[in-house]
């Protein structure tokens, strides 16, 4: 059975890295669409929620995606249809982000 003093400094440490985590992550994960719709030959700009390795788009033919210098991503719809932006970070996070494309 654990020591009561260590179990209760152990919640203590788990529910404070918890917060902490929390206050982070929060902000910049709102900002992230969850889809981002845009028109053929025009481009969108949103914020990424942490630094990404890489972000790819799954079909190249619907629309392509850079990451800028900023820490922002810019996607670009190529013709009409649906495909999803595939990232990750240096942790190997996934981040997915699906995107339509609508006509002109």
Same mark, same amino acid.
Do not use: C, W, Y
């Given at each position: 059975?654990?020591?009561?003093?260590?179990?209760?400094? @152990? %919640? =203590?440490?788990?529910?404070?890295?918890?917060?902490a *985590?929390?206050?982070?992550?929060?902000?910049?994960l #709102?900002?992230? /669409?969850?889809?981002? @719709? %845009? =028109?053929?030959?025009?481009?969108a700009?949103?914020? *990424?929620?942490r630094?990404?390795?890489?972000?790819? #788009?799954?079909? /190249?033919?619907?629309?392509?995606v850079?990451i800028?210098p900023?820490?922002?991503?810019?996607v670009?719809?190529?013709?009409p249809?649906?495909?999803q932006?595939?990232?990750?970070d240096?942790?190997?996070?996934?981040?997915?982000?699906?995107?339509?494309?609508?006509p002109e």
């Amino acid at each position: 059975m654990a020591h009561p003093v260590i179990s209760r400094r @152990l %919640v =203590r440490l788990l529910f404070a890295g918890g917060i902490a *985590l929390a206050v982070i992550a929060g902000p910049a994960l #709102s900002q992230t /669409p969850e889809e981002v @719709l %845009v =028109r053929e030959g025009k481009s969108a700009t949103f914020p *990424l929620p942490r630094q990404l390795q890489r972000l790819v #788009s799954e079909d /190249p033919s619907v629309a392509v995606v850079e990451i800028l210098p900023d820490g922002k991503a810019r996607v670009t719809g190529v013709s009409p249809g649906t495909t999803q932006l595939v990232g990750r970070d240096h942790a190997q996070m996934p981040l997915v982000i699906r995107v339509r494309v609508l006509p002109e």
